[in-house]
């Protein structure tokens, strides 16, 4: 039969065995460690940073080390009523976002400055966007805002990156939507209403210009034809007339120079019909009685 010391002593064993049991189980499965891919860890020791962990596995001294781990992928932020007023006083509603990324070789200050990246994303984005998108806005008159809308969002992500000093890296800035008062947005449609308005007046009366001009020339092509006609048939009448005046003279002074020539002539235009009535001591015509 055991006596109490026994029983004591063996009781005592049995938990320096489950201490010793627990210890190899902790210091198992304490002593190594994952990092997915896309994140980096920030390995502590006692609370202080001895160096960085890559995707993989790793060791660590269990209960003494820690590891922290730090994503790297690019993340996303948004804001949904940012509120800024434009060169023209013209108020707004912006609604943005800002894409980012942790650099590998950064997260190590991350933790140190932050502890984590929504930390780091309070202190450095959420207070530079509103005021960097509010004071690029107000450079901008309501409607160049819309009408120049890239480079509006180049000058704000321009302005963010340089006012967002830190272990991070800004990607980019969308200005997603700007909503403007009702009054404003109307006043907007009725003034693009009246430029449109304008507009079509401005091509109707170019095109009523335009036919003008087409039935101005047209005229003046047709004048210039009928003028260039008239002036031919002119010519062709005076070199005509001249024609006919010199034919005219030149057989008049044949006439003169050859009396014969004027009986030829008679003779050529007779019919060979002799009058059939003559008067008393009258000579048959082109028939000479003198020898």
């Known amino acids: 039969m055991a006596t109490p010391l026994k029983v004591q002593r063996l009781s ?3 938990f320096i065995a489950g201490i010793i049991v627990l210890a190899i189980i902790v210091i198992a499965y304490g002593s190594w460690f994952t990092v ?10 006692n609370g202080r940073i001895v160096g960085t962990a890559g995707p993989g596995l790793g060791l660590k001294v269990p209960l003494i080390d820690k590891i922290v781990k730090i994503s790297t992928q690019t993340h996303t932020v948004s804001y949904q009523r940012l509120q ?37 994303v309070n202190r450095l984005v959420d207070r530079a966007v509103p005021t960097q998108v509010e004071n690029i806005f107000g450079q901008y008159t309501a409607i160049s805002a819309v009408q120049e809308r890239v480079k509006f969002v180049f ?11 830190g272990p991070i890296e800004i990607s980019s800035v969308q200005i997603e ?19 449109v308005e304008v507009q079509t007046q401005k091509q109707n009366l170019e095109k009523e210009r335009v036919s003008a001009q087409i039935a101005v020339t047209k005229a003046q092509a047709e004048a210039d034809s009928q003028l260039a006609r008239a002036k031919a048939e002119a010519e062709a009448i005076r070199i005509k007339g001249e024609a006919e005046a010199a034919a005219i003279k030149s057989r008049a002074n044949a006439l003169a120079q050859n009396k014969e020539l004027i009986e030829l002539t008679k003779a050529e235009k007779w019919d060979g019909q002799l009058p059939q009535t003559m008067l008393p001591n009258t000579t048959l015509p082109f028939f000479n009685t003198h020898p």
């Open 12 to 14: 005592m064993g049995k």
């Open 36 to 45: 997915d891919q896309g994140e980096r860890g920030v390995h502590l020791r």
């Open 84 to 120: 800024a007023y434009s060169r023209d006083q013209q108020p707004a509603t912006i609604r943005a976002s800002v894409t980012f990324r942790v650099p590998q070789d950064k997260v190590a200050e991350v933790y140190a400055n932050f502890k984590s990246i929504d930390a780091m």
């Open 155 to 165: 000058d704000v992500t321009n302005a963010i990156k340089a006012a967002v000093k």
């Open 177 to 195: 939507n700007i909503d403007f008062s009702s009054a404003y947005e109307k006043s907007v449609e009725d003034r693009m209403r009246a430029e």
